[in-house]
Every structure is written in structure tokens, then in C-alpha cells.
């Protein structure tokens, strides 16, 4: 070996060495994704049981602005009007959207930009019947219509009182079609829309809606006395 081969044989172990000590970069765990248009059911931190459905549609519209729908639906119903109605969360978002790791974020993503509805549900259909998925994912809880549905909710006195309540699906007794469709029952709507909650929620969005008028006047005004001075500044 020459004298070449000595420091070209050091240096290589050198480098050898220096890969060895640096710091070996831990995998990115990424976060687990739900199944597509398969119930789960899970527990929330506290303890209480809920179905999480995650509904892809394979031919929606690029103009509908999202493919998949998100419920998550707490498992104890509560007794209106007759009727065993559940509180849920429902979201619209893409399969391409951004999936963002760090915990911190993750509400930015459409996926956790929840919705907060009650519903009728027959929990056996939902977890066994696609038909009953398609018309439950695809029909009741469609964007606009359940937007729709909550912005009547937030009116005291709108023409088919609803609440945060949207329907349920069923199979219409007016219809000699055994096809799923989305049903709204009205006894059930009007005891939602004049409870407690639904009174309180109205209020606070009224005063929600009177903060942002005046703090729009506080702005114009703002901006007319600037124009004002201005104007007086240019005639002195």
C-alpha cells in the first residue's frame, strides 16, 4: 500500500466513522386513515361509544367540492317527540386534501370542520345496508341541504321549524317504492327547534350577528372620518 493509499484509506474510514455518529432520523408515523364506507365504532376520551362512517363517493362532481362525507354519531339516541333521534358530527372534504401530522393543526383540515346535527338512524342499516348508506350519505346528509337545514335552525320563527335537526331515512308509507329516501318529521323538528338548546344557540348567534354589525359600522365610520380629514387637509 502506498503513501496515497494510506490517507485515502484514512479519510474513507474517517467518513465511515462520521456517517456512524450522525443521528438517525426516526420514521414519520402517519396517521392512521379511516376505512372508506365501513362503520367503526370507537370511544371518545370520555368513554363514550361512537360510529364514525367515512362515505367516499366515486362519482361525485369535481363542481360539489368534496368526494367524501364524514359522520361521526354519539350511540346513546335520545327520545323526541316519540322518536330515538342522535346528536352527530358530520364534514365534507376530499380524498386529495392535505393530511396534516402534527396534532395542532389537524382542525384546519376540512376533515374535522364538523357540523353538529341530530338525526333519526337506524343503527342496524347503517352498519349492514348499502343502500341505506347511499341514500343516508348521499341524500340526507348532502352539503347544501343540510346547510340549508341549519341556517332555518338559527331562525325564531322559519317555516318548517327545525333546529339542528335534519330527517332520517326511511322508506315513505306515500310510496309504493320500497327505495330509501330522506324523510323529515315535523313533530320532531318543532320540539327541537323550540328546546332549550336551540333557544340559547339562536341567541348567541343574534349577538354574534350585532357584534359584526357594529364592529362593520365602527370600520365605515373609521374610514369616513379618515376621508373627512383628508378632505379638510386639501381645502386649507
Known amino acids: 500500500m502506498g503513501l496515497f493509499d494510506k490517507f485515502l484509506h484514512k479519510d474513507t474510514k474517517n467518513t465511515e466513522d462520521r ?7 426516526k ?58 333521534i342522535y346528536s352527530a ?8 386534501d392535505a393530511v396534516y401530522l402534527d396534532p395542532q393543526y ?4 376540512r376533515r374535522n370542520q364538523f357540523t353538529d346535527i341530530k338525526l333519526g338512524l337506524d343503527v342496524n342499516k347503517f352498519f349492514s345496508d348499502p343502500a341505506y348508506q347511499d341514500a343516508l350519505m348521499l341524500q340526507l346528509l348532502e352539503k347544501s341541504r343540510v346547510e340549508r337545514y341549519i341556517g332555518e335552525g338559527l331562525k325564531d320563527t322559519p317555516k318548517q321549524p327545525c333546529g339542528d335537526y335534519i330527517g332520517h331515512v326511511g322508506v315513505s308509507s306515500k310510496s309504493n317504492s320500497n327505495e330509501y329516501r330522506k324523510i323529515f318529521s ?51
Open 186 to 236: 315535523e313533530a320532531v323538528g318543532r320540539e327541537v327547534h323550540y328546546s332549550h338548546e336551540m333557544v340559547t344557540k339562536r341567541e348567541i348567534h343574534k349577538q354574534y350577528q350585532e357584534q359584526q354589525k357594529q364592529a362593520m359600522m365602527a370600520r365605515k365610520q373609521a374610514e369616513i372620518e379618515r376621508l373627512q380629514k383628508e378632505i379638510d387637509d386639501l381645502s386649507k
Open 89 to 96: 358530527k358530520v364534514s365534507w372534504y376530499g380524498q386529495n
Open 27 to 84: 420514521p414519520t408515523s402517519m396517521p392512521q386513515m379511516p376505512a372508506l364506507n365501513r362503520v367503526q365504532q370507537m370511544k371518545g376520551q370520555n368513554g363514550r361509544l361512537y360510529y364514525q362512517l367515512d362515505y367516499f363517493d366515486k362519482d361525485a362532481s369535481f363542481k360539489q367540492m368534496y368526494d367524501t362525507t364524514r359522520i361521526i354519531v354519539d350511540a346513546v339516541p335520545t327520545m323526541i317527540a316519540g322518536h330515538q
Open 106 to 109: 389537524a382542525d384546519m383540515g
Open 19 to 25: 456517517e456512524a455518529t450522525k443521528p438517525v432520523a
